[in-house]
């Protein structure tokens, strides 16, 4: 797959080493690739290869950073409507839901373990969409890893959008992280989350300066958003999306495109991608690809960050906190909760 982007060519090896942060008056330059590419549905195993495929070529090319779509690993179920309607499911839906509930991943789980071995293999800070199993709930999550090979943590979408309501569940304000790394400290949020103006500003809230935005939205309106956050934020937005045609999916009757099924050939384009990634000064550095599956990778200049933010400081110079203030709830919510459980808590601390 050839690169994207709109850099100088990239020599073999890596171009940019990780540095600390704080230890010269000049910014690093930290190369990111999002990935365009579509998931293998059904097909974990598969999709897990080539997730790695993609990240081994991305390494190759220097990159530090590394994005993948909204639900890579576990799929994005583009156009099914699981068997529901008001007051009724059917037999066929369920049973989608029973495969769909298998392609999943549990967290942690060996799934985590093998993304975590990928990141520290090709030595790049991975940012990974998977859909969650827990139990019998499932999440659209995304998930961070470092470049020593560690699985840092994950954000649930905390908002499912239409339809994804039936088969998701919804995250807690205890899943909104933004991780500190040699890199700059990296956060996401999921395709129309990023549309929700008091989850942004709890993310600025946390010095995101390296802003994932996962996504199945390929309209040219995303591409709005994708630059109102980077200015608003004064951060960088990277965000991925899938490319898929029909036949990337599993055939008709197993798998329908409900009413638009009729219409598509094979070759038929279901997801157009647009992945993209903007500058804190709202400059489209690579991207927007619609063409087809792609690396889109550009060199990201930290210093624009303080540069933006002296125009635009969001939850700094440019807020009134005795006017307008938000309270984000981060504690975990669990449905039930075991006294004794809590006790054997307690008593450890003493």
Not at 63 to 71: D, K, N, T
Not at 94 to 100: A, D, G, L
Not at 304 to 309: D, G, M, P, V, W
Request: hydrophobic share 40%; aromatic share 10%; glycine share 8%.
């Amino acid at each position: 797959m050839a690169p994207v982007t709109t850099n100088p060519t990239i020599n073999e090896g890596p171009l940019f080493a990780e540095v600390d942060m704080g230890s010269d008056l000049n910014a690093p330059t930290v190369r990111a690739t999002v990935v365009q590419a579509s998931t293998i549905f059904y097909d974990t195993p598969a999709t897990l290869d080539k997730a790695e495929r993609l990240l081994a070529e991305a390494a190759s090319y220097g990159s530090q950073l590394v994005v993948f779509p909204e639900a890579f690993v576990g799929g994005y179920p583009r156009g099914s409507v699981f068997g529901v309607s008001i007051g009724n499911r059917t037999a066929k839906g369920r049973e989608e839901f029973r495969k769909y509930h298998s392609a999943a991943i549990d967290v942690p789980g060996p799934e985590v373990d093998r993304l975590a071995a990928m990141a520290g293999k090709y030595k790049v800070h991975l940012v990974m969409g998977v859909i969650e199993r827990d139990g019998y709930t499932l999440y659209c999550t995304v998930l961070f890893f470092d470049s020593q090979g560690r699985y840092l943590g994950k954000h649930r979408k905390i908002m499912p959008t239409a339809m994804e309501r039936v088969i998701w569940g919804f995250g807690d304000g205890s899943t909104i992280p933004v991780f500190e790394t040699p890199i700059g400290k990296i956060g996401a949020a999921i395709c129309w989350e990023n549309r929700m103006p008091l989850l942004r500003t709890a993310m600025y809230a946390k010095g995101v300066e390296i802003y994932c935005a996962p996504t199945a939205d390929a309209r040219d309106v995303w591409q709005a958003s994708m630059t109102h956050i980077a200015l608003e934020g004064g951060c960088f937005v990277l965000s991925a999306n899938q490319f898929c045609r029909r036949k990337d999916y599993p055939p008709h009757p197993e798998y329908v495109f409900a009413g638009t099924e009729e219409d598509l050939t094979p070759d038929s384009v279901v997801c157009a991608g647009g992945s993209v990634i903007i500058s804190p000064s709202g400059a489209v550095l690579a991207g927007p690809n619609y063409d087809g599956e792609a690396l889109i990778s550009a060199d990201l200049d930290l210093g624009e960050i303080a540069r933006a933010k002296f125009d635009f400081d969001v939850v700094g110079h440019y807020s009134r906190p005795e006017v307008l203030s938000l309270i984000v709830k981060d504690h975990p919510t669990n449905a039930v909760t075991f006294t004794s459980t809590s006790t054997k808590v307690e008593d450890k601390t003493k």
